[in-house]
């Protein structure tokens, strides 16, 4: 089965943990990017990556890193300066051009308690 | 900043009634998609429209890129129950390098 995979679907932290969540495709896109949802407002653009070791701020990077070693990994790590984590984060990635249509993984609810 | 706002941000209709929802941008878009977004789901990517006056049909779904390439609609003949969830235009700048999602209508259908 060709898609995108995150895990886990739920994420508990304590404040002040650093998480990592995990993002996977095997589309061969080389394009991915990295959202944050949360209640009542649109995806908003935390990280994205055009290609294998090279990745640009989005809208809302502050408190957030992520790496991209592998055309297929995007993970993202959600670290203590970042002043309001709990949110549903979603994986896309595409094919082509940057912002092509893109395909989402089922996404990560982190609650940070 | 880039904004992209949708209205309405709820709308409740009856089986068999039309739906439209607006999407606008303070700025010129390259392009606009629609995804749609079911209840604990993810985004599913709907259409692209690239040209100004844009026009794209899906079976009961009608999309139009305005003619400024500023705003944009997705209109829904006849909804069916399987038409619930939230429905997001998103584009990209035509000055810069950023993606922007629109805050979304949720659509409710009462069968």
């Known amino acids: 089965d060709g898609g995108i995979t995150q895990s886990p679907k739920y994420l508990f932290r304590k404040e002040g943990q650093n998480v990592t969540l995990s993002c996977e495709q095997n589309?061969?896109?080389?394009?991915m990017y990295w959202y944050r949802q949360d209640p009542g407002q649109g995806l908003r653009l935390i990280y994205y990556?055009?290609?294998?070791?090279?990745?640009q701020k989005g809208d809302i990077a502050e408190g957030y890193s992520v790496s991209r070693e592998k055309k297929e990994s995007f993970p993202l790590t959600v670290t203590s300066a970042q002043k309001n984590p709990t949110a549903f984060y979603l994986c896309?990635?595409?094919?082509?051009?940057?912002?092509?249509?893109?395909?989402f993984g089922p996404g990560t609810r982190l609650t940070v308690l | 900043g880039q904004q992209v706002m949708q209205i309405p941000q709820y709308q409740h209709v009856q089986e068999g009634e039309d739906f439209t929802t607006y999407c606008n941008s303070s700025t010129t878009l390259s392009n606009i998609q629609w995804y749609k977004q079911r209840p604990g789901g993810h985004p599913v990517f709907l259409i692209q429209?690239?040209?100004?006056?844009e026009v794209k049909k899906q079976k009961r779904l009608t999309f139009q890129f305005g003619e400024a390439k500023k705003n944009s609609s997705l209109h829904i003949t006849a909804t069916q129950t399987t038409d619930v969830g939230t429905y997001f235009c998103a584009g990209d700048s035509n000055t810069g390098n950023q993606f922007y999602f629109g805050t979304g209508t949720s659509l409710t259908v009462i069968p």
């Open positions: 990556s055009q290609i294998v070791n090279d990745f």
């Open positions: 896309a990635s595409s094919i082509g051009n940057l912002y092509n249509e893109q395909f």
């Open positions: 589309l061969n896109h080389d394009a």
């Open positions: 429209l690239v040209k100004s006056g």
